[in-house]
T-cell receptor, first 115, second 114 residues
């Protein structure tokens, strides 16, 4: 499978714990995006990378959130001291950065439940 | 600031009929892109169709077509000959320029009935 992959698919944690999610984009896609989706809503942008550079961060991304893409390939999203409000689906997407429509291809998401 | 509005929270459509999903947007940018994604109950976002702000013709992809009315700032999705597998959540999204973040609407839940 050459699509975007995310790991884990599901994560249940207790409030106050740290969690880390991984995203592997489509090979050679230089842009990688993180979104968060709560139940019944559309995805909301969190941050995005061009290669290893983090180009934009949403105000939604509090100090407890950090994202990295150290070698311009896979990315990690870490949430420290999780809160119940962090419960959501975390979606990763990648795009080639070229082409007419330059669509974003999404992964299956990581569903986080904070107890 | 950009804004995407999908006013239909849910719709029922009979199999083989066409359905139109509404999307209006608000932006002061001249260059932007409009997207429709499908999200089945499995959760994955599936790209359906794209329309660039400078494209003069409406985009079509198989049974999907985008009715782009730039002056009205609307980008409605038309699904022709609905199939049971079309039952899903549909999201309209906008991107400023040629790359960057997508801003999504709240979505429309479509249920196709036999």
């Amino acid at each position: 499978d050459t699509g975007v992959s995310q790991d884990p698919r599901h994560k249940i944690t207790k409030r106050g714990q740290n969690v880390t999610f991984r995203c592997d984009p489509i090979s050679e896609h230089n842009r990688l995006y993180w979104y968060r989706q709560t139940l019944g809503q559309g995805p909301e942008f969190l941050t995005y990378f061009q290669n290893e550079a983090q180009l934009e961060k949403s105000r939604l991304l509090s100090d407890r959130f950090s994202a990295e893409r150290p070698k311009g390939s896979f990315s990690t999203l870490e949430i420290q001291r999780t809160e119940q409000g962090d419960s959501a689906m975390y979606l990763c997407a990648s795009s080639p950065g070229t082409g007419k429509d330059n669509e974003q291809f999404f992964g299956p998401g990581t569903r986080l439940t904070v107890l | 600031a950009q804004k995407i509005t999908q006013t239909q929270p849910g719709m029922f459509v009979q199999e083989k009929e066409a359905v139109t999903l509404d999307c209006t947007y608000d932006t002061s940018d001249q260059s932007y892109g409009l997207f429709w994604y499908k999200q089945p109950s499995s959760g994955e976002m599936i790209f359906l169709i794209y329309q660039g702000s400078y494209d003069e013709q409406n985009a079509t992809e198989g049974r999907y077509s985008l009715n782009f009315q730039k002056a009205r700032k609307s980008a409605n999705l038309v699904i022709s000959a609905s199939q049971l597998g079309d039952s899903a959540m549909y999201f309209c999204a906008m991107r400023k320029g040629s790359w960057g973040k997508l801003q999504f609407g709240a979505g429309t839940q479509v249920v196709v009935t036999p």
